[in-house]
């Protein structure tokens, strides 16, 4: 009785963490209509990030925050150009907000993807 028990307990878990697997699974290569513009998405949000950092530590050194032009000139960092995305930053005293515009021609990829002071990212 006890290995059965056992048995039907591992059979459970087993079948929840594949359940969870997937719909993680999912959520990454549901990223527009084709596997290029889900690895375009992806490299798109490190770049974010990344620039979002850029801009961390040069408000940390200068007291406010940069341009996008300011960053790529200031040699923190070297934001790529990507085909099908253009990137901008919107800075007040507060805070900043980096958006990159989609212009490609897949249908399902996001059309601006971005990301604040907080580090928060937001597509739409």
Avoid: C, H
Avoid at 61 to 70: G, K, W
């Amino acid at each position: 009785m006890g290995r059965t028990l056992g048995l039907i307990s591992v059979v459970i878990v087993v079948g929840i963490g594949s359940y969870v697997y997937t719909r993680q699974a999912q959520s990454v290569t549901s990223i527009g209509s084709n596997p290029e513009t889900t690895v375009d998405v992806l490299a798109v949000r490190n770049d974010l990030m990344a620039i979002a950092n850029a801009e961390r530590r040069y408000w940390a050194t200068n007291a406010r925050y940069a341009s996008l032009d300011e960053v790529r000139t200031s040699g923190d960092i070297e934001v790529p150009n990507r085909e099908a995305f253009t990137y901008s930053v919107e800075t007040s005293d507060t805070g900043f907000r980096i958006v990159a515009s989609y212009s490609g021609s897949d249908p399902g990829a996001p059309k601006r993807i971005s990301v604040d002071d907080a580090m928060r990212m937001t597509t739409e």
